[in-house]
């Protein structure tokens, strides 16, 4: 079915950054084909009235852990209602293809996803077709069998292209010029099929306390992968650093900036430090980002986000401990069964383990070590109390120590039960400043990620309610550019990203007034393993008053609307007008 759509009345921001204006927007065969005022309606169009509302591109998340979900939870909720049109996948290193060659190598990407994002593996195994090799394949597997609402692009992470090559010695050790050269042949089929660019991950340690396969990589492995992106058009390295655990992130950017300006390939590094603990530590980066600037030639840009992570806490599946410094309580995670779990709890020398890490190894920065910023979230088994501080249970409880007392709240209320931990505060001058920076990308949301630890879906809309009609500080031409057409421009989606004749109908609709960041609420659509279902958190919608992706509404009369239009997507090149408008 072709949509005909006359979109009037509305205010136009047209994502470059230009004033916003009344137009009409008329669309048809996917696409904007007229903007102009008092617009009449055609023969089969339908007239959408915009009056009181804006019209902006559609928002495109920068940063998503899609990859898995959307074999078995397609909907993408709550994407669809926060006006969102493109997410981009892959991200962190952690990519579904190239496929590992070893059952063991492939449960390695099925631990790490579920580890790091919060995906669980019943579903990561069992939904998942697993019928590729390279990353072009994944690609046309993707495309056979899985229909989204929005557009997906992803990068190919540099953690399976290790694995495929070295199997588990990726763990232990640089590479060989030979394994080098077949990670650079794995890299170039996934770049000329349109992935973005190469991922990696300098940050992160695994349940078991090991750095990630990528951080085993030497100059010379970097240095032969750069190269290969280099000579893409519009291709992109992109690595998440450390500026928040073990603070490696400055010396990491200045190696891996020197190498990106070197081979020519453009860097897309997470991110300058934001939060308020880190800005001393993250000074030399500041600096760097600076000075990248100034050099010209190769393009480094940084990565943030308007809204500090949140951190949930279950004890079935979580990273909070091992992040922070506190690997005891990862123990009580990491074990499988709720009897093992119950053994640690009951035990007294992990007690006396637990006490010890709580005080003496949690980083010092961490908010694991106030007791007053956890707040006993939800009771699996209802026994309670819940809506109280872990501070306010110790006195209640007569417990002393708060890794005691802890214990002793999981034991009564299961593994199950949810402790909010509150966010650290960021800077606010820190993250204005970077949403005018020539070089920065925002919308880092980890949407799609952390379904029972909750992701930041919908945090784009919080920039349009706190920061433009709540306080004031970012205009909304401001804000609607930073999460559509800069995004777009940054990774080669011509197509996408501003309200321009000619271009692909991703539009969102919004009267400000109406819309919200909902708060988090479960929905039980994720596959457990055992024929049933088990939940993840979400949103009710903003609402938008209308999504279109590809000229097809997929958020209309504040529902979805169970169409599928969302198409595979990378680097693209502009389609000229006349073409467009056949």
């Not at 100059?219 to 603070?247: I, K, N, S, W």
């Not at 949930?312 to 990273?319: E, Q």
């Not at 321009?500 to 929905?523: H, Q, S, T, W, Y």
């Amino acid at each position: 079915m072709e949509f005909r759509l006359l979109i009037k009345n509305g205010t136009v921001v047209d994502g470059t950054g230009a004033p916003a204006n009344k137009a009409d927007v008329r669309v048809a065969h996917g696409r904007i084909v007229e903007i102009g005022t008092d617009l009449q309606a055609g023969t089969g169009e339908r007239v959408i009235d915009a009056t009181d509302c804006y019209v902006t591109p559609g928002f495109i998340e920068s940063h998503n852990h899609w990859d898995g979900a959307v074999w078995w939870s397609p909907n993408m909720e709550p994407l669809p209602g926060y006006g969102i049109t493109t997410t981009i996948n892959g991200n962190c290193g952690f990519s579904m293809a190239p496929k590992p060659n070893t059952a063991a190598d492939k449960q390695s990407i099925i631990e790490i996803f579920n580890f790091f994002e919060d995906i669980p593996e019943e579903p990561m195994d069992q939904a998942v077709p697993w019928d590729w090799e390279t990353w072009s394949e994944y690609k046309r597997s993707m495309q056979r069998n899985v229909k989204v609402p929005v557009n997906f692009a992803a990068y190919c992470g540099h953690i399976p292209i290790r694995l495929h090559v070295m199997g588990q010695e990726a763990w232990t050790r640089t590479a060989t010029a030979d394994e080098i050269a077949r990670m650079c042949a794995l890299l170039e089929d996934a770049l000329r099929a349109g992935a973005l660019g190469l991922s990696s991950n300098q940050l992160d340690y695994d349940r078991n306390e090991r750095p990630l396969p990528s951080q085993r990589a030497d100059d010379a492995e970097y240095r032969a992968l750069l190269e290969v992106v280099a000579r893409h058009e519009g291709a992109t390295f992109q690595v998440v650093l450390d500026h928040f655990f073990r603070m490696t992130g400055p010396e990491q950017v200045e190696r891996l900036g020197r190498m990106a300006k070197e081979t020519g390939a453009r860097m897309h590094w997470l991110g300058l430090p934001t939060f308020k603990y880190a800005l001393e530590a993250g000074k030399r980066s500041a600096e760097l980002h600076e000075q990248f600037k100034q050099e010209g030639g190769a393009e480094i840009w940084t990565d943030y986000h308007h809204v500090p992570p949140t951190s949930v806490i279950n004890f079935v599946r979580s990273l909070v401990f091992a992040q922070n410094g506190n690997p005891v309580w990862q123990e009580v995670v990491n074990a499988k069964t709720w009897d093992e779990k119950a053994a640690m709890m009951t035990d007294p020398a992990w007690l006396e383990r637990a006490r010890h890490g709580w005080d003496h190894e949690t980083f010092a920065h961490s908010y694991l070590r106030d007791s007053t910023k956890l707040t006993l979230k939800e009771s699996e088994s209802g026994w309670g109390p819940v809506g109280i501080t872990l501070a306010e249970y110790i006195v209640q409880s007569g417990i002393a120590h708060p890794s005691d007392a802890l214990a002793d709240w999981v034991m009564k209320n299961g593994a199950e039960s949810v402790v909010h931990k509150e966010s650290l505060p960021f800077d606010d001058a820190t993250i204005l400043a970077l949403m005018q920076d020539s070089r920065s990308i925002g919308s880092t949301s980890d949407g799609g990620a952390h379904g029972k630890m909750f992701c930041g879906a919908g945090d784009n809309v919080l920039l349009l309610t706190e920061y433009v009609r709540d306080r004031g500080v970012v205009t909304i031409e401001q804000a609607i550019h930073v999460q559509t057409g800069k995004i777009a421009q940054f990774f080669g989606l011509h197509e996408r990203g501003v309200i321009e004749e000619g271009k692909m109908a991703d539009i969102a609709v919004f009267n400000l007034a109406e819309i919200e960041r909902r708060p988090e609420e479960r929905i039980w659509d994720v596959l457990d393993g055992e024929g049933g279902r088990t939940y993840r958190y979400t949103r009710a919608p903003a609402p938008m008053r209308l999504t279109l992706v590809n000229g097809v509404p997929i958020f209309d009369n504040f529902a979805f609307t169970g169409r599928y239009p969302g198409e595979f997507i990378g680097p693209e090149q502009p389609m000229p007008l006349a073409i467009a408008a056949e």
